[in-house]
């Protein structure tokens, strides 16, 4: 079947883009624009007309893509027209009424990409994460993965695993005894290198985590310091309820902020200190929960005689506009006001510096999925089963072993059978992509 869909942003735009798929995508562009020639790859000024009534819906530009070198490796044409809903469904409409054509499921036109080995898994998931990206690095992530640094580690696994066991099988087959113990020795070492390497990428799961729900901070301090009122300050509207009373903030409140094109996730709590009432405990156990759950700590005071300085916490002193500064007893707090926005952009570069120095070391091969993660431990497990199996009489359970690591690292690009796989990955993707 050819298929179609809308795939710039549903509403009002200056344009919008209709992409069509599959062997009648020409002849679907031809219908629709009474031309009988469009050279590949080149944009052609045209009108479109409503092929039934002959009515003409649009004046716009189109292009064609001949299979296999297109986006969905079938061939593809995209009309380009005005935005807007009347001539978006004018033209949708029209292509409806071709025969055989019939509007795109979500994700389609990746899913025939896939299909097609335009692009492996690991790219596809990564374009979807490029889609929904909101920050630089978000975005820098997801670039570097679309163009392949993922699966070219996992492709690199599976290459050495494949090779590993031909040269074991080869020993099986051709010798009458036991495996030479040099043989074993090596077959060790590839497989230590292995997991070693598996495990640092999986140890760089937590940056993944960052980069996907961001940088965690968690705002504390007593009550009534100014916490809610910082958070405020921070996403410039008001997000938590502000009061002179003690004990306001029961719930934790996050914010989803954007720090130097970094994201930032941060967290207003419930006041520390002792208290009898039933709820705010709650609250109180909550904040400790966030503070040891965040990457940074800003712990906020509001008289300078309090301040209590602890490691690894920032320590912020705020109010400035009401306390005489000459009578800081510690220097070293970032004075604040959230009030009056004083010395804000300064603490905002030191949260951007500190996020910036956990960004600093981000390699581009974090493994940025869940299903990566489980499927790399599923192939650790697989090699740490090998390496116990006894290698001079069992080499066959080796490679029973290794296979089984090899499938695994197989699925995470699609390289083996993922039907399993393809409608939950395809189905978090929009009609048009
Ligand atoms: N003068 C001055 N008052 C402030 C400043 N920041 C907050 N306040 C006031 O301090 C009081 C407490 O502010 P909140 O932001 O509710 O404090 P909190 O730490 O969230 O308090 P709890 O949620 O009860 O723990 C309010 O009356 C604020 O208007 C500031 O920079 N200067
Ligand atoms: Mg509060």
Redesign the pocket.
Known sequence: MTIYALSTANGIAGLAVIRVSGHLALTALKTLSRKSHFEPNMMTRTNFFDPNTSELLDKGLAVFFAKPNSFTGEDVVEIHIHGGISTVNLVLKALGSIDQLRLAEPGEFSKRAFINNKMDLTAIEAMGDLINAQTEAQHNQALSQMGGSLNKLYMSWRRDLIELVAYLEAEIDFSEEDIPEDILKNTNLKIDKLLKEMNHHLNERHQGEILRDGFRVAII?S???????LLNTFAQRDV?I????????RDAIEVRLNVSGYPVLFT?T??LRETKDSIEQKGIEVTHKKISESDLVIE?FDNPSKLEFKENHLIVL??C??VNQENFQFKSAINI????GEGIDNLLEVISSKVKQNFIKQSTTVPTKTRYILGVQKTVQSLLNAKNVNLISQTELIVEELRLAINEIGRLTGAVDVEEYLEVIFRDFCIGK
């Open positions: 301090g009550p009534n310091v100014g916490k809610s009122s938590a502000v009061s002179d009373q003690a004990g306001t903030t207003d419930a006041g906020i705020n109010k506009d009401q006001s959230a009030k009056s």
